[in-house]
Structure formats: C-alpha cells, structure tokens
C-alpha cells in the first residue's frame, strides 16, 4: 500500500470511534486523534492493533508484546494530510488544549521547553501479565489423528509483564543539550552608587562564587546552568511559584492557568535540579495555596523522600480574606520545607514578637521570664500516659523550699485538676530537681490552696510555630504597600510577598555566621534578596542571594528594587546581573514587535535563514503557498503572530555556551570572557 492507502484505511478504521468525527463523519479531528495518540488512549491503540496494516506499520513486536511507535504514527498523520494549505499548517504548529486551539480560548499558556514524556506501561493486572490480541492466519492442526483447521482472526494472548517506554519527545543527547550551559551576557554590577561594569568574580578560598546574583532567562535552563558552580552549595532555597489557580488570571504576568499534570511536570523537572543545589543541610522552602498543595506534598514526598519532610507552615497573608472565593474567604497559604538530608537539618528559633515579649513580665538575676503551671493540662497528661511524672511534691512555707522526700514541716502537694482528676507534672523527678537548683520552682497560694509554677526563662526566641497569624505576614501592607513606597507611590507588580514571611523563613534556616547561599528561582519583585540584604544588616551577616526571572520586569522592578533598598538602607555591596544569551528568543519578541502582515513576511526570510525552526515546517510552501492565503490574510494580526511563534524550535531558545564563539550569535568578546570566567574560575 502507498501512503495515501494507507492513510485511507485509518480514517476507516478509526470510523469506529465518534470521538473523532463531526456528527456526519465527514471531517476527523487530528488534533483530538494526535493528543490523544499522546495519552496512548486505549480504544485507538486497539482499533489500529486490530488491522494488519496498522499493526505492521505502527507497531514493533518485543517478545510477544506489541510495542506502539507514536511518533512515527504522529509522523505519518502530519505528512500526508490531504489538505496542503494554511489549514494544514494551523493543525500541524497550532497550540490546542486537546478540542480547541488556544487561540480560541481566553488562557494564556506558559510553553517551557522540556517535559517528561516517558510513559510506563505493563500495569494492567495484578497477576504480572498483560492480555494482548494477535491475529492468526487459518491454520490446520491434527489431534488424536483428526485434521481440525482453525479460522484466521485475533487470538488472545498473555504475556509477562515488562517496564515498556511507549514513547518519548526528545532523544537523550537532544535533552543534553537543552541542559548545556549557556552563553551569559550583559553582565553589570549594581551598588548603592548606580550602576558599574564587572570586571572580576569574587570568589571565596575554594574558588566558589560569592556573589549575589540576579539572572534573566528561563529558570529552568538557568538553574543547570548554575550546576557546575553551585551543585551541593546552596543552603535555603525560598521559592514562590505559580500556583496555578486559574481564576486569578492577574496573580502572575506569566502563566498561572496549567492544567493539573502540566503543572506538576513543570515543577518537576525544577525541583530534581533544584535538588542537587542543595547542601547536605540544606532546605527547600516552597509557598503554595490550598489549589495545589495536596498535588505538591506528594510530588516532593517522592522528589526528596518523604523522610525529608520538615514540616508545613500556614501563613496568614491575607487576615481580610480573599472575596472572590464562591465558599470561604481565604486568608492563608502554605509554606512546604523539605530538606537534602533530615539528619543534617536544624531549625533555629524564631525571635519572639512583641506580643510574646509582654508574656515575660517577671525579672530576677536570671533575666527575664514568665510562670508556666508546673502541672500539666490537656492531652497525655494522665498518669497513666506520663507514670514518671506523677510523684509528690514536698514544700515548705517559711524557707519557700522545695523537697520530694516528705517531712514534718512540709506541705504534700499532688498534680491534682479543679475537678478533682490525676495529672502529671511538667517534668520528671530528675528534672524538677535541676529546676529548683536553678532557682526557677515557685508555689503560691489562693484560698487556702498551693499552686506549683515554672520560671519560663527568655532564651533566643521560640521554636517556629506552624501557624504565622502577625500582622506583619500581611502580604498587602508588607508586600504591596512595602514595594509602592519603595517606588514613591507607583504600583509595579502584583501580589509581591511580605518581606516578612520570607525574612523569618530565612532565620530559622540560615545562619550568620555561615556566608549560607539563598536561591530563588522564581525571582519576582525581589522580594528574597531585599530579606537577605535586611537581615544581614540586622545581624551581620553575609549572606548571598541568587535570583533567577524570565520576566522583563526583572529590569523595572526587580533590580531596582534591590538597588534602592541598597542605596536607602546605605548597604555596602553589590549585585552582579547578567543574561542567558537569547537565541530562538530574540526571534520570539521580533515577531510580537511586528505592526503588519507585511512586516511578518518580510520577517520570515530572516527567520529561516537566521534561526532554527520547527523540523516539521516546509518553508518554502509556507512562503509561496500558505501565506498568501486568504485563510491566512484574513486572521488578526495577534493569530498571525501566534502563528509565526508555533513555527520556533523552543529547544533552541538560548544559546549553547560551546557555540557562543560563533559569530551569528553576535556575543561580545567580554561577554564571551565573562561567561568562561563565571563557569572556569579562569
């Protein structure tokens, strides 16, 4: 059969399932077929496994078991569409959602280049065996002297079970080389006098960075570009994601409207790199709402193992509640710790509020504290729960002594409620008596009646409780007016988070005295870095910040911001910025700067010539052909421009740092030294 046969017999073929058709059954849907040919849907497998040619053609027999190739059955599908038009083209680079093109739909789609695409199959029993169909030609067998001749048609058959890689996206070296390191460019320094050239990399006595750094690029090329130099150096990462909530469009200038599985991929695959960042003490901090918490705590159970969970937090970041919510109004979100290695983690104390200095009202020689009853309330406060914590206790009134032996002299006092029911104490014997050598036992009495109490002494602070309620977590009057007023008045950016919330996360993580590296990926407003350079004037720290945005509000926000908290706080230092080298990228925004079809097409000459597009486009038809179309003429110039965007290779966004001698790329011979000494030391 030629390609046009048997292209003939799938659309009978797959007559069978209506999922595919219009209500006449005159027009298949490719897009639906080829997504879900993606998702290896189980009726369309069985329909083309069925059919002699399809089996021979799509389909690769390991073992008994039949293999289905996607992509060349993908492939083949785009190759020899009947229609050779713009039509063709829309189908073939075209985004859709699996029904409809997005184009048609109101969501904005955040595209990143590399996703898992390896789909684990054989899972069908429990037995371990997998039930599959093959047909069979008549066949004659003789039993017991008799001829008995078994028609032609599929056979049911079992096969053990295997692990089968159904498909994939990308070949390994392609992966690779996604992966690579970039070419780094339009390095510049900021202090608090303005802007500086860079003319070397401080490095510490074993040749790690110690700078704080600001990067523009995609987060997840930049962080494996970060490997090399920071791979297992990186003490707290703080990220703000997006949380993919889907009404609340304006949360994030880029995508905030993934589907579920997208979304967790896209996480994914920064969380494995953001991973191998980290210290062996080192700890992950990750701030989430209630429309993907559940998804994520799963996702990071198995990223770094479940016995590296620290804890959640819940922020109160919003006391007036989101009004937008059809049920509860919101106040809250979630803050996710996970560390590289539980045994290696501890968390420091958090300084007490000044809410919780007034509880310490009471001052001795020994500083300050509060009186905690000594008998303990609540749950596992029975005898029967706590047997070494039940004992008598011996006091004397006139010396205000303290004594478990009785004597004549002393008052027996047991854990005893107000209603007359068996507590415990506090402590043990052995730690009461600690207690009173300290001085921090007291008894008083009312009515008759003595009540044990315990000098709860002032210390650093207090062990970080799970619920942050402060006013100062606001993330309206310490986020958004915060930003406002560093800006004299100009809003510039949605929803940043309270510098407080990010501040008290790094000082129960990080430490002073550590030089401990802070990375966030998810850079923002700079929200992490004004934290850092906040409490490093606080305490004398000298802790470095990294941060990672895509956005070009990297320029108007986020290095300004950081800059004028330098320049008003009169913080000594600096920050290095500089950019992933846009290749593919640069003609991304070349098409969104266009004004005019015309200017599209004058566009596209240099588009073919100078960058790399998609494999599948033929140029020279699209030129000559589908351009000139009326179909094509008479779409907006927005849907002319998506059009345009579809045809890019999205693998080829950046450029290689292997490349950047290249001259095409146009990369500068400083930028070219700056990029080997940031990656060599050299």
């Known amino acids: 059969m030629n390609n046009k046969q048997v292209k003939n017999r799938i659309e009978t073929i797959l007559l069978q399932d209506d999922r595919l058709w219009n209500e006449d059954k005159t027009e298949l849907n490719q897009t639906l077929l080829l997504d879900l040919v993606e998702k290896i849907d189980e009726k369309i497998i069985e329909l083309l496994l069925k059919e002699k040619v399809t089996r021979e053609k799509f389909f690769v027999k390991v073992r008994d078991v039949y293999v289905f190739k996607t992509n060349d ?39 990143f280049p590399f996703k898992d695409c390896v789909l684990e199959g054989g899972q069908s029993t429990e037995e371990g065996f997998d039930t599959y169909f093959e047909y069979e030609d008549e066949k004659t067998k003789t039993i017991k002297g008799k001829k008995i001749t078994e028609p032609a048609g599929y056979k049911e058959k079992k096969a053990k079970r295997k692990e089968i890689f159904f498909n994939q996206v990308l070949a390994q070296d392609e992966i690779d080389r996604l992966f690579d390191e970039k070419a780094l460019v339009n390095w510049k320094r900021y202090t608090k006098e303005g802007e500086r050239k860079v003319d070397k990399i401080k490095r510490d006595e074993n040749g790690i960075i110690k700078e704080n750094l600001v990067i523009k690029g995609n987060n997840l090329l930049a962080l494996h570009s970060l490997k090399k130099q920071f791979a297992g150096k990186v003490k707290l990462i703080y990220i703000d994601p997006p949380y993919n909530t889907g009404g609340d469009a304006n949360t994030f200038a880029y995508n905030n409207t993934f589907n579920h599985s997208s979304w967790l991929t896209f996480m994914r695959n920064r969380l494995e790199v953001a991973k191998d960042l980290l210290r062996n003490d080192g700890v992950i901090s990750i701030a989430i709402d209630d429309e993907e918490q559940a998804h994520l705590k799963v996702l990071c159970d198995e990223i770094f193992n479940r016995e590296n969970y620290i804890g959640t937090i819940i922020v109160q970041s919003n006391p007036r509640g989101r009004t937008t919510n059809a049920h509860f109004a919101t106040t809250h979100e979630y803050s996710f710790f996970y560390c590289k290695n539980i045994n290696k983690v501890t968390v420091n104390y958090l300084k007490l509020t000044k809410e919780q200095e007034a509880d310490f009202k009471y001052k001795d020689e020994g500083g300050k504290y509060r009186l905690l009853p000594f008998r303990r309330s609540g749950g596992t406060s029975t005898p029967e729960e706590r047997p070494n914590s039940y004992y008598p206790i011996y006091y004397n009134e006139i010396d205000e002594s303290f004594s478990l032996n009785k004597n004549e002299w002393f008052i027996e006092i047991f854990p005893i409620d107000s209603l007359g029911k068996k507590r415990v104490w506090r402590q043990t014997k052995p730690s009461f008596l600690k207690a009173v050598k300290r001085g921090d036992m007291v008894c008083k009495k009312s009515k008759g009646k003595f009540t044990l109490y315990m000098k709860d002494r002032i210390k650093d602070g207090r062990k970080p409780k799970t619920i942050w309620y402060d006013s100062k977590y606001d993330a309206s009057s310490s986020g958004t007016i915060l930003l406002k007023n560093i800006f004299d ?74 800059q004028k908290v330098m320049e008003k706080e009169n913080i000594d230092g600096s920050f290095i910025y500089f950019e992933l080298a846009k290749w593919n990228e640069n003609a991304k925004e070349e098409i969104l700067a266009c004004n005019s079809l015309k200017e599209l097409e004058k566009l596209f000459n240099i588009l073919y010539e100078k960058y790399f597009l998609n494999y599948n486009l033929k140029i020279k038809e699209f030129k000559e052909k589908v351009i000139k ?18 045809m890019l290779d999205l693998n080829q966004m950046y450029v290689q740092k292997t490349e950047m001698a290249d001259k095409k790329f146009g990369i500068s011979k400083e930028d070219q030294k700056m990029t080997a000494e940031f990656y060599c030391g050299e």
Do not use: W
Request: net charge neutral; glycine share 6%; aromatic share 10%.
């Open 73 to 111: 059955f993908k492939f083949f599908m785009e190759e020899n569409k009947v229609d050779n038009s713009y039509t063709k083209y829309k189908n073939r680079i075209g985004l859709t959602d699996g029904k409809r093109f997005l184009k048609d739909s109101g969501d904005v789609v955040l595209d």
């Open 489 to 562: 008045g100009e809003k510039l950016f949605s929803y940043p988070k309270s510098i407080h919330t990010v501040k008290d996360t790094l000082e129960i993580i990080t430490k002073c005295e550590n030089n401990d590296i802070i990375l966030d990926f998810f850079g923002g407003s700079g929200t992490t870095a004004h934290a850092v350079l906040k409490l490093n004037k606080e305490d004398g720290g000298n802790r470095k910040f990294i941060l990672v945005e895509q956005m070009d509000y990297i320029n108007t926000v986020t290095c300004p911001r950081v």
């Open 629 to 646: 179309e009326d179909n094509f003429k008479n779409l907006s110039l927005d849907e002319q421009k998506r059009m345009f965007l579809t």
